[in-house]
């Protein structure tokens, strides 16, 4: 799971990091407004928690935003704000939880497994293509009624272009979305290459070869109606 982190005080972004990348979860980090936006506008994640009271905005707006840019994506608003009339505001703007600084440490993982749980069990768990349909529930991908077999990196590929769909996605953004923080100097966009390669040869053998295109030179693009 790939969880974006928006906290503006550097010792706790730092300690909620280092928590979460201990307990399995795949994290990335902004301490504003402007650069959680930009990496919302660049990047997909599974989930985002994000503090209220950030330095050049406001966390609520931030909420908004990306319940209007990804509906999948669940959200936990982490704040000191106490009062129940902003627990509720937060709420009815589009998170799915709310957590009141200080909290556990534990209590924020149980709750960000808790609310993964609950959006995986909403019954619009499918991305429907006409002949390309994806079960995130199941992570299962059928082509014209075939089941796909794909990778774990096929499939999260896959999905993450189709989330942009008719969008122009850059190998960058790929690659980010991937492996994140765990990328290195001696990263090679050959792997990207290998995945789409094998990823577009199993959907042209069910006669779906054409939802998937080179921008080249850029990246790729899912182009559908």
Not at 16 to 29: A, R, W
Not at 121 to 137: A, Y
Not at 208 to 219: K, P, V
Request: net charge neutral; hydrophobic share 40%; with cysteine.
């Amino acid at each position: 799971m790939k969880i974006l982190i928006v906290e503006d005080d550097s010792n706790m972004l730092q300690l909620l990091f280092q928590h979460l990348k201990k307990n399995g979860f795949q994290c990335e980090t902004a301490n504003s407004f402007s650069d959680a936006l930009l990496r919302i506008n660049q990047f997909q994640y599974d989930s985002a928690l994000i503090d209220l009271n950030l330095p050049d905005g406001d966390g609520l707006r931030l909420v908004k935003l990306l319940r209007k840019e990804d509906p999948q994506t669940t959200i936990i608003i982490t704040s000191a704000r106490v009062s129940i009339d902003d627990r509720v505001l937060g709420l009815d703007e589009g998170a799915d939880d709310y957590l009141v600084k200080p909290f556990s440490l534990s209590e924020l993982t149980a709750r960000i497994r808790a609310v993964s749980r609950r959006k995986m069990n909403l019954p619009s768990q499918e991305l429907d293509f006409g002949k390309l349909k994806i079960r995130l529930d199941a992570r299962e991908v059928t082509a014209d009624g075939f089941e796909l077999h794909l990778t774990k990196k096929e499939y999260d590929i896959l999905l993450y272009l189709a989330r942009n769909k008719n969008r122009i996605v850059t190998k960058d953004a790929i690659a980010e979305y991937l492996w994140g923080d765990f990328m290195d100097e001696t990263f090679s966009f050959d792997f990207i290459y290998v995945h789409i390669k094998n990823l577009r040869k199993k959907l042209s053998e069910q006669g779906c070869g054409d939802f998937l295109r080179t921008i080249y030179g850029i990246g790729y693009k899912f182009v559908a109606a």
